[in-house]
Nanobody, 124 residues
């Protein structure tokens, strides 16, 4: 059972930056594709970014492309989301997710394991 724990959320002004981290519990972490999703109040959980098992393939939602960067360190069982040029509309709870497959997808239901989420609030 993969356990995921997010950290790094907080309150930031528009235009600022935050770096989210996701710690994974299992050594099989390096076999899994990973993703970041977010959920704003009253909205469905949406795809933000994903990375394949090796880190060489990534995908981003159009709304964050060019501003956010996903990365991973398999030696440390860690995944990251560097968020720059933050906007108020980026405000949401951000979730780390793991897929029991090395390939990335953007569909929420394809991810088997989820963290508890970390709040990101961007003030205008």
């Amino acid at each position: 059972q993969e356990q995921l724990v997010e950290s790094g959320g907080g309150l930031v002004q528009a235009g600022g930056s935050l770096r989210l981290s996701c710690a994974a519990s299992e050594r099989t972490f390096s076999n899994f594709a990973m993703g970041w999703f977010r959920q704003a109040p009253g909205k469905e959980r949406e795809f933000v970014a994903a990375i394949n098992w090796s880190g060489y393939s990534t995908d981003y939602a159009g709304s964050v492309k060019g501003r956010f960067t996903i990365s991973r360190d398999n030696a440390k069982n860690m995944m990251y989301l560097q968020m720059n040029s933050l906007k108020p509309e980026d405000t949401a709870v951000y979730y780390c997710a793991a897929r029991v497959s090395p390939k990335i997808v953007t569909y929420r239901d394809e991810y088997a394991y989820w963290g508890q989420g970390t709040q990101v609030t961007v003030s205008s």
